[in-house]
């Protein structure tokens, strides 16, 4: 968990409220649920691996006896959580709040989850996530309206040329079945092939077959993958089923296809998306399109999401279309080098010790009401110091001001 | 804990918006600290009885035989436990960070705290605070900023009319040492002081005696309270004499004067600075001036703060002077019935459902890259009924789209 200083702290706030802004203009309405969720709720399956990671509040008022009787049960010392994701709060406030929301709900959710991480670089144990999601459209309309907002975000922070990389579930679910793996076998195939730009084709066969995964299926699918994968597949429907083994669901591959046309008409015809037949993403939840969010300036995914169908009727008892984009705001904010903060000038008065509280606060309200951000200082010994940091804290022009002075005495010069 | 649903939430982003750009105006800089602190930390004694009322986050991986361990001294159950306030946290930032920061540190710090209160009605077990905090200015200089700073916010989101109204510890002390009240007496007798305003001079010479305290103290405490208190006292200094008893520091009271002073040079002239004498705020911890903003739309405080130039000395292990003003965030969120949004024209898009998807997403984005918000609906068989909705969350026009139009076919009609 880290602290933010001030020059971390305004850059993330900046990037925030452009995000909010762009996810605004797009139609996206922002929510907000608390930090704690049920205990129960937090660890219902859908989490996946995540839910091991979750941290725990311990519950109020136990006592010694208590605590003995949860000693085999640990999970009764705890009756809430810290949200590991903002799907599940999603979810539960879903089903709770329908009734009052749109019947196409485009949320937003911008905050902190929690995750028990053993440190290492780049990992933290807080970090923001930051999500939109499309509760209620069946078609890929909704698809199309998570990337346009999340490519046009990208953009106003200055990171253009963004691209994603998109799949299906079902194109990925009926591959693994031409090749013979079992629809007991295909969970677990899923998770192997997520890790193919780690450990290669062939890493992925050898780990198949040392689970025992059906062993002609395991041939076949590394053949599959001996194919030459070097040029990005466009996602035009000729160019997916291009990309694929024969028999493919050709209504999947039209629906793609719809929505990188679609993205495009956004874009002024460039088409920032490419196909890529062996996208998993992690979650057990997808049932449909996934999608990952790439850009030139990192060599990570810099978010991505894709449609859940099934889990809001978890909640609800009634199934209800979902589709989610998650953009990753830690890595982003990393990326974003400098955004203009959009105040005006930055000014450091800096008063000898005798002039009069007054006489300073009045200068100060007065550069204030005219739109200037304005930081007091008291001469010390080294002015020089001094305005180097304030220059260094984004501070663009320094006055003195001696004992008596008025607004029209003060004489602004710019601070280097 | 809350749910927001997207107008509230709008509101709130809007308010903290407004907080964010006057405090930043005035020369704060904001921080982030992680919402979790050290178990130990958060129960140091600085938090008064806020302590009894923090959740505390379980240790990962205890097993029953630990579990079993920690029975007689269930703390050691919990290593973290979520912040009930921002001011350990500030000091114990301060702390870590000293060297990276200005010798005058003006802090803002905005962010969710959590107490285990008991379910009641305007009480939340999760709720927003917003601190201002100067570290490292002995001056009253640093109540002006604090107090012209939250003014002027106050003003910017149309509270304007709000006041001040202001006290110092060491005058309560002065005063209980001139009735009588020994010094083990008078903590306890501040405590009910602060009752004051509910249960009356009587409940307070009652509780007082009922306790045991000094007869004869009480006796002239009882017969001090019986003054006309009518009047709310001008923060000059012959004001603040005749408001206390004879014998009071003549230092303190002119500081107190000069503050009031230099807030009215911010505003025109206008004092918005009244003494009260009685005036206590519930924290230990404070140590010169304290003080609590009130407005006439509002029977109870908008914030309050006071210097506590001792705390920060309990974590570096050198005396730091301090002062804060921690403004209620919630409660002023629900007097600020609406403020404007900043955004540029709401349109709603209906489109038929046999529009092709690139067409509705091109006209989308054009009116985006205009400025405007857009949501996109299906015509519904209700159309009246969706635009009602509409307009109910702030949209303003509305267009219908057929396969095949253009942005120049787009007849924008305004949502009544």
């Given at each position: 968990m880290r602290d933010f200083l001030p020059a971390d702290k305004a850059r993330r706030e900046r990037v925030l409220a452009v995000i909010r802004d762009r996810y605004r203009a797009h139609g996206f309405d922002e929510i907000e649920t608390p930090v704690m969720e049920d205990h129960a709720r937090l660890h219902?399956?859908?989490?996946?691996?995540?839910e091991k990671l979750a941290f725990s509040v311990l519950k109020r008022g136990l006592d010694a006896d208590r605590i003995r009787g949860c000693a085999d049960d640990p999970?009764?010392?705890?009756?809430l959580g810290l949200r590991y994701d903002l799907t599940v709060p999603l979810a539960r406030f879903y089903a709770t709040h329908r009734a009052q929301l749109p019947a196409v709900f485009r949320a937003v959710q911008i905050g902190p989850v929690w995750r028990a991480e053993r440190p290492q670089k780049g990992r933290y144990r807080q970090f923001v996530q930051c999500d939109i999601d499309i509760i209620g459209d069946p078609t890929g309309r909704a698809e199309v309206e998570l990337i346009a907002a999340s490519l046009d975000t990208l953009d106003a922070l200055g990171l253009t040329g963004g691209s994603i990389r998109i799949n299906d579930r079902r194109l990925l679910d009926g591959m693994l079945a031409g090749f013979g793996f079992t629809p007991d076998e295909r969970p677990g195939v899923l998770i192997t092939i997520d890790k193919l730009d780690k450990i290669g084709p062939a890493g992925v066969a050898a780990e198949l077959r040392d689970r025992g995964t059906s062993a002609s299926a395991v041939a076949a699918f590394e053949e599959f993958l001996a194919?030459?994968?070097?040029a990005a597949a466009s996602v035009g429907q000729d160019a997916i089923r291009a990309a694929l083994p024969d028999g493919v669901d050709g209504a999947v591959v039209a629906e793609l296809a719809a929505i990188a046309d679609a993205v495009a008409a956004t874009r002024g015809?460039?088409?920032?998306l490419t196909f890529d037949p062996f996208l998993v993403r992690g979650m057990g939840y997808y049932t449909g399109s996934i999608f990952e969010l790439a850009h030139p300036s990192a060599g990570y995914s810099l978010g991505g999401g894709g449609r859940y169908d099934g889990m809001i009727g978890r909640f609800l008892g009634v199934e209800v279309p979902a589709v989610g984009f998650s953009i990753g705001f830690e890595r982003i904010v990393d990326l974003v080098a400098a955004i203009g903060d959009g105040g005006g000038e930055s000014i450091v008065l800096v008063h000898d010790r005798d002039v009069p509280a007054a006489e300073v606060a009045a200068l100060k309200a007065g550069l204030i009401a005219d739109g200037a951000r304005v930081r007091l200082e008291q001469r010390p010994k080294n002015l020089k110091a001094l305005l180097e940091r304030a220059s260094a804290d984004g501070y663009t022009a320094f006055a003195t001001v001696a004992a008596g002075a008025s607004r029209a005495d003060l004489d602004l010069r710019p601070l280097s």
């Open positions: 219902a399956g859908i989490g996946g691996d995540n999970t009764a010392l705890s009756d194919r030459d994968r070097s015809g460039d088409t920032p």
